[in-house]
């Protein structure tokens, strides 16, 4: 590793840390320019773990002793500046140690995901990145095999998706499907029987479904308030919906993945 002091914000390579509160243009940034931002020592630690690549790392004096025995002999810059210029640089406090722009590994195939896993989460156009952060906490925590994340779907390696998740997008085995036409038959192919979590009148019961489960299971679960898409419910070959009391029609996502995962558990 190699120690860069900074004192001005001029280096062009802190490009990759600025703005990072401007949640629209790093979606544009992130995924074109093959990068993600690992925000805290943890988290790079696993992003390590996983065979991921770091471009550089942001961080204070106070941190440096930690990350020089993290980073070991990784040929990567750790640049390192004051707290209230990396403050001014990154647009919010650095008080989890350090931030590292990492390469993106490539998208696994879909086929190759399905080919061993019996139950994986199908997450549709949920946009908000907390959610899709703690639905991947959710799948690591209670033993899914992958996640599904439509096209649409905010990114799961988004910094706050990646910090909410406690680093599980990291290890989590994910990809993007292709539109519901393209996915279905790649799905059944595979042997998966695909249940929608939501609400309708044919819906069966999550604790009658989980009793008989199939095999091999995708659950699909969609964005607080719209629900799934027509095109999800239609691609579906069961829809599944947790009873509910004192008139409450229906869980966060991440809560109803988590319930979902919890009753189809082996």
Do not use: K
């Not at 042997?191 to 604790?207: H, Q």
Request: charged share 20%.
């Amino acid at each position: 590793m190699h120690i860069v002091h900074i004192t001005t914000l001029d280096e062009p390579a802190l490009a990759d840390y600025a703005r990072l509160t401007d949640v629209a243009l790093r979606r544009v940034t992130e995924p074109e320019g093959g990068l993600y931002i690992a925000e805290s020592i943890t988290v790079i630690g696993r992003a390590l773990r996983a065979g991921h690549r770091p471009r550089s790392v942001l961080t204070s004096e106070r941190w440096l002793p930690e990350l020089q025995a993290l980073l070991g002999d990784h040929d990567v810059t750790v640049y390192v500046g004051a707290p209230g210029l990396l403050e001014e640089l990154t647009g919010f406090h650095l008080h989890r140690g350090a931030l590292a722009s990492m390469h993106r590994p490539e998208p696994l195939d879909l086929t190759t995901l399905l080919r061993d896993a019996r139950l994986v989460v199908i997450v549709e156009d949920v946009m908000d990145h907390t959610n899709v952060g703690a639905i991947f906490r959710s799948v690591a925590g209670l033993g899914a095999d992958a996640v599904l994340v439509t096209p649409r779907c905010a990114d799961p390696l988004y910094r706050r998706s990646v910090r909410v998740s406690m680093g599980t997008v990291l290890q989590v085995p994910w990809t993007r499907l292709p539109e519901w036409d393209e996915a279905v038959p790649v799905l059944h192919e595979a042997g998966f029987t695909i249940a929608a979590l939501a609400l309708a009148d044919d819906a069966v019961g999550l604790r009658d479904f989980a009793a008989t489960a199939p095999e091999r299971v995708a659950i699909v679960v969609g964005a607080e308030g719209d629900g799934l898409s027509r095109a999800a419910l239609d691609a579906a070959d069961v829809v599944v919906t947790i009873p509910m009391a004192h008139g409450v029609d229906s869980l966060n996502v991440a809560a109803a993945s988590a319930v979902a995962l919890y009753s189809l558990q082996t």
